[in-house]
Nanobody, 121 residues
Framework: QVQLVESGGGLVQPGGSLRLSCAAS????????LGWYRQAPGKERELVAS???????NYADSVKGRFTISRDNAKNTVYLQMNSLKPEDTAVYYC???????????????WGQGTQVTVSS
């Protein structure tokens, strides 16, 4: 059984910062990609940022220069540091893990439960 546990969401004023965390646990041989997605009311889920096992990162244009994704491979944990937050960043943020159970089984995708981020004065 593989689990993702997210934390760090909340209410913040425009211009403020939040840090999201997502920890993976269970039968994981290797994590290939860790990423953050978000879904605002009435909109489709979109990629915010992702990080591969070899250290490459990818960001949505709307968050470049404001958000930073990082990972601690020893802890199977990914972080999303969000600075200069805007009201349009309000959404439920989901962590996604793409992993292998061993050399032959995978890749599999697993989603976290989601954490609400609200940017409002």
């Amino acid at each position: 059984q593989v689990q993702l546990v997210e934390s760090g969401g909340g209410l913040v004023q425009p211009g403020g910062s939040l840090r999201l965390s997502c920890a993976a646990s269970g039968s994981i041989f290797r994590i290939n990609v860790l990423g953050w997605y978000r879904q605002a009311p009435g909109k489709e889920r979109e990629l915010v940022a992702s990080s591969t096992s070899i250290g490459s990162t990818n960001y949505a244009d709307s968050v470049k220069g404001r958000f930073t994704i990082s990972r601690d491979n020893a802890k199977n944990t990914v972080y999303l540091q969000m600075n200069s937050l805007k009201p349009e960043d309000t959404a439920v943020y989901y962590c996604k893990c793409t992993y292998q159970r061993d050399s032959f089984r995978g890749p599999y995708d697993l989603w976290g439960q989601g954490t609400q981020v609200t940017v409002s004065s």
